[in-house]
């Protein structure tokens, strides 16, 4: 019997994933969110990563439901949901812990069940097969076995896509890891590495994101030194790289779905067998705290050309995590909104990669419309994210939106003529 697979979660990471196991296996796609269901089933995918002619491609192989009923039908499951972090910057594994509740009702003997979420070392094992053993009554690595396959999606990267990303495999067995890795290598052109164990791979996924969010906290905290004697960060960047084992970073917001959350995951665990990850821990506050920078140097930069402050309008330019995509999750743009709100401004945020109606899932205001088309002055601007529309706007489009004496604030060092860039 051929393999049906059920990709089980739909975002950024499920989604091209079940398209490009669609290209050669029956796929079942798998959502709780019955609106996303029916938007994929019309050929329109909210992320942007596949358009209405990939779906259709693949619509004789890729079925989309919300039916736990229609999941009986499969033999391997793949489990893309989100692992987010709480309020107090704890793991959230409740998505990781609902889907294998959920697929424990009709997981059935020799089904394999692979996780790409990602987590810190040992939830696979230790909390996921619980939760199918203890509802489905099978029994681990005699009944039903697991794999771990951590994803490496790079949302709005239309040039590494899924299938051209060197995957990370494993199993529960020799036998099963094989299997594993033999049904990803059949899809992903770019090759696998199959790792010695699911803790391994579990492990591998989690230590990429935390070295570069080390990384980077490093280069923002060279800004932060830099910016305090006058020095530009770029410049000190451009004339540093040219050694050939400098690691060319630039200084700027940490945000998104992995490197701003991953980290987490590992201190996590680290703390709870009682070790203190002092570096991660002091990246991830550096990095937290760059939004807030920048709104105080905007304030400052606004005094020191006679802007007033309370009620001063300010526009921030792109409001999502990175360039050139929709993606909100764990913006660190909002930070910046929230602390410019603090000392009484009113902020204007446009962003022409986003649904309107999107922002207000993370923070409490919505977008304006293309402020190119309106008369509105702006006593400061702030280029949050590079987009490519944003690049293209000249420094003499830059000052037509703002009052006099302009204030441009640039995060990502695309403006020509910045008041003061990071």
Same mark, same amino acid.
């Given at each position: ?124 094992? !230790? ?23 951590? !994803? ?49 791979? !579990? ?220």
């Amino acid at each position: 019997m051929q393999d049906k697979i059920a990709i089980i979660g739909l975002g950024y990471v499920g989604l091209p994933l079940a398209h490009a196991f669609a290209e050669k296996y029956e796929v079942l796609g798998f959502d709780i969110n019955q609106e996303r269901i029916s938007e994929l089933k019309e050929g329109y995918d909210r992320t942007l990563e596949l358009d209405k002619e990939s779906l259709i491609s693949v619509k004789n192989t890729l079925t989309f439901t919300s039916s736990l009923k229609d999941l009986d039908a499969c033999n391997i499951y793949i489990v893309t949901v989100p692992t987010p972090i709480d309020a107090s910057n704890r793991p959230d594994l409740s998505p990781l812990i609902s889907s294998s509740r959920m697929i424990a009702e009709v997981l059935r003997k020799d089904d394999i069940v692979i996780y790409e979420s990602t987590v810190y070392p040992g939830v696979t094992e !230790e909390v996921c097969i619980p939760e199918l053993e203890s509802i489905s009554g099978l029994v681990f690595n005699k009944d039903f076995f697991a794999g771990y396959s951590p !994803e490496r999606i790079n949302p709005g990267d239309k040039e590494h896509t899924v299938k051209k990303i060197l995957k990370v495999t494993s199993g529960s067995t020799p036998e099963i890891a094989k299997k594993v890795d033999n049904l990803y290598k059949s899809i992903i052109t770019a090759g696998t590495h199959l790792a010695s164990s699911i803790k391994v791979a !579990e492990a591998s996924k989690v230590i990429e994101n935390t070295q570069r969010d080390v990384n980077i906290a490093l280069i923002n905290e060279l800004a932060l030194i830099f910016d305090t004697m006058d020095i530009d960060t770029n410049d000190v960047i451009e004339a540093a790289a040219t050694k050939w084992n400098f690691i060319k970073l630039k200084p700027g917001l940490v945000g998104g779905h992995c490197i701003g959350v991953d980290p987490y995951y590992l201190t996590y665990k680290a703390e709870e067998l009682g070790y203190k990850p002092n570096l991660i821990l002091g990246a991830r506050q550096i990095n937290n705290g760059m939004g807030k920078y920048i709104a105080e140097q905007t304030i400052k930069q606004m005094i020191a050309h006679d802007k007033k402050i309370k009620n001063a309008n300010i526009l921030v330019l792109g409001v999502t995590f990175k360039e050139d995509c929709p993606d909100m999750r764990n913006t660190k743009v909002v930070d910046i909104i929230e602390e410019l709100k603090s000392y009484g401004c009113q902020v204007d945020v446009y962003d022409p990669w986003v649904d309107p109606n999107e922002p207000k899932k993370w923070y409490k205001h919505g977008l304006i419309e293309d402020p190119m088309q309106s008369d509105k002055k702006y006593d400061s601007i702030i280029l949050a994210v590079a987009h490519g529309q944003f690049k293209d706007l000249s420094m003499k489009e830059y000052r037509k939106l703002s009052t006099e004496n302009p204030v441009l604030i640039d995060v990502k060092g695309i403006i020509e003529e910045p008041t003061w860039r990071l």
